[in-house]
């Protein structure tokens, strides 16, 4: 045990750990904005794959041992010929505070502090439900657009509610942050067994059906009875929705063998649409048709709501075309002749072909 004298000894936001109990971790232990202090460092290789997560390459390090010190950066950890043999420390500087976690679970539990800001002080977990499918849609589309510096800003804001709801509950007397990590770290090391359990090699779809089965366990171990679909949010867009419960029913056996039986249902919801009389009548024709061309976007392996949006952004690509034509001939899409749009929409169709 560690006695008075000892604690009044260490130095303020210096964390120590060995160098051994880092050998199977892949993420540093500690925040990036405190002193790290490796006692008896161990493989140089695999500290440098662990700190270049965090750590720019020209991050300042320091070796320190019996006969003196060795001041170097991150990247020569990466170097053949580096070794720890005559060296007993490895000492990492810190970062700025706002590169932690803590700092920024600090930050928003200032604005929620009785001298926060308003706004995030009057907020709860259903009035800010929107704004937070906003920015999930928003990440959407910075994936889409393969924009890196959109996604590092939308992942950042997507944290920001994450974080925001954590201390919701925290002022509420709900759950922690500890709670919340602690819950999903367990589960995705419970439900990838072949990872953390008894390591196998096994296929992409072979894990899928594992998942499918420990999930089933999960249920039953939580004396939850619902059925095959439960589970699948009822919030999701309704092309992703029907995509998730005809993966889930596919399992069980509901689902067509051939393109060919799916077009023919298809050809049967079209046919039942042409005599459908009510509104009524006709939006319910309507969803069994959308949900019949979900079959078939899974039979050819493809995400029928990641199709929708490629035609849609299409879609927007042609429109925006037409908008500069007509105004290079001072008109706008209102008064632009029918035979006019037509044209260039052919025409810019005809460019997109020629460009893929």
């Given at each position: 045990?560690?006695?008075?004298?000892?604690?009044?000894?260490?130095?303020?936001?210096?964390?120590?750990?060995?160098?051994?109990?880092?050998?199977?971790?892949?993420?540093?232990?500690?925040?990036?904005?405190?002193?790290?202090?490796?006692?008896?460092?161990?493989?140089?290789?695999?500290?440098?794959?662990?700190?270049?997560?965090?750590?720019?390459?020209?991050?300042?390090?320091?070796?320190?041992?019996?006969?003196?010190?060795?001041?170097?950066?991150?990247?020569?950890?990466?170097?053949?010929?580096?070794?720890?043999?005559?060296?007993?420390?490895?000492?990492?500087?810190?970062?700025?505070?706002?590169?932690?976690?803590?700092?920024?679970?600090?930050?928003?539990?200032?604005?929620?502090?009785?001298?926060?800001?308003?706004?995030?002080?009057?907020?709860?977990?259903?009035?800010?439900?929107?704004?937070?499918?906003?920015?999930?849609?928003?990440?959407?589309?910075?994936?889409?657009?393969?924009?890196?510096?959109?996604?590092?800003?939308?992942?950042?804001?997507?944290?920001?509610?994450?974080?925001?709801?954590?201390?919701?509950?925290?002022?509420?007397?709900?759950?922690?942050?500890?709670?919340?990590?602690?819950?999903?770290?367990?589960?995705?090391?419970?439900?990838?067994?072949?990872?953390?359990?008894?390591?196998?090699?096994?296929?992409?779809?072979?894990?899928?059906?594992?998942?499918?089965?420990?999930?089933?366990?999960?249920?039953?171990?939580?004396?939850?009875?619902?059925?095959?679909?439960?589970?699948?949010?009822?919030?999701?867009?309704?092309?992703?929705?029907?995509?998730?419960?005809?993966?889930?029913?596919?399992?069980?056996?509901?689902?067509?063998?051939?393109?060919?039986?799916?077009?023919?249902?298809?050809?049967?919801?079209?046919?039942?649409?042409?005599?459908?009389?009510?509104?009524?009548?006709?939006?319910?024709?309507?969803?069994?048709?959308?949900?019949?061309?979900?079959?078939?976007?899974?039979?050819?392996?493809?995400?029928?709501?990641?199709a929708l949006r490629e035609a849609n952004l299409k879609f927007y690509d042609r429109?925006?075309?037409?908008?500069?034509?007509?105004?290079?001939?001072?008109?706008?899409?209102?008064?632009?002749?029918?035979?006019?749009?037509?044209?260039?929409?052919?025409?810019?169709?005809?460019?997109?072909?020629?460009?893929?």
């Open positions: 045990m560690l006695s008075l004298t000892d604690l009044e000894r260490i130095p303020e936001n210096v964390v120590m750990i060995s160098g051994e109990s880092l050998l199977t971790r892949r993420h540093m232990p500690v925040p990036p904005n405190m002193t790290a202090v490796i006692r008896d460092p161990r493989q140089p290789g695999h500290l440098y794959e662990m700190m270049k997560e965090e750590y720019p390459q020209n991050h300042p390090i320091q070796l320190i041992g019996t006969n003196g010190s060795r001041d170097l950066t991150l990247a020569a950890l990466d170097q053949n010929d580096m070794n720890f043999n005559d060296y007993s420390y490895l000492v990492i500087p810190p970062l700025q505070d706002e590169n932690a976690f803590e700092t920024f679970q600090d930050t928003v539990a200032i604005l929620r502090s009785p001298h926060g800001c308003p706004w995030d002080k009057k907020q709860t977990h259903q009035s800010i439900r929107g704004n937070f499918l906003q920015e999930a849609y928003e990440l959407l589309d910075g994936l889409d657009r393969a924009d890196n510096d959109m996604i590092l800003e939308e992942l950042g804001d997507i944290l920001f509610h994450v974080v925001l709801q954590t201390q919701m509950a925290v002022d509420a007397g709900e759950f922690t942050m500890g709670d919340v990590i602690s819950h999903v770290n367990n589960k995705i090391r419970f439900r990838h067994q072949h990872v953390f359990g008894n390591p196998q090699e096994i296929t992409p779809e072979q894990v899928t059906l594992l998942w499918e089965q420990i999930k089933q366990k999960e249920r039953a171990g939580q004396h939850k009875k619902g059925g095959l679909l439960d589970g699948i949010s009822r919030s999701m867009p309704a092309l992703s929705m029907a995509d998730s419960y005809q993966g889930r029913a596919a399992k069980a056996g509901f689902k067509w063998e051939t393109e060919a039986d799916c077009r023919r249902k298809l050809d049967e919801e079209l046919a039942e649409f042409e005599k459908a009389q009510t509104p009524e009548e006709l939006a319910e024709e309507i969803g069994d048709i959308l949900f019949c061309i979900v079959s078939i976007a899974r039979l050819n392996k493809i995400d029928p709501e990641a429109v925006h075309y037409i908008e500069k034509q007509a105004e290079t001939q001072n008109t706008d899409l209102f008064h632009m002749p029918h035979e006019e749009k037509e044209k260039y929409w052919n025409e810019y169709k005809d460019r997109q072909k020629h460009a893929e």
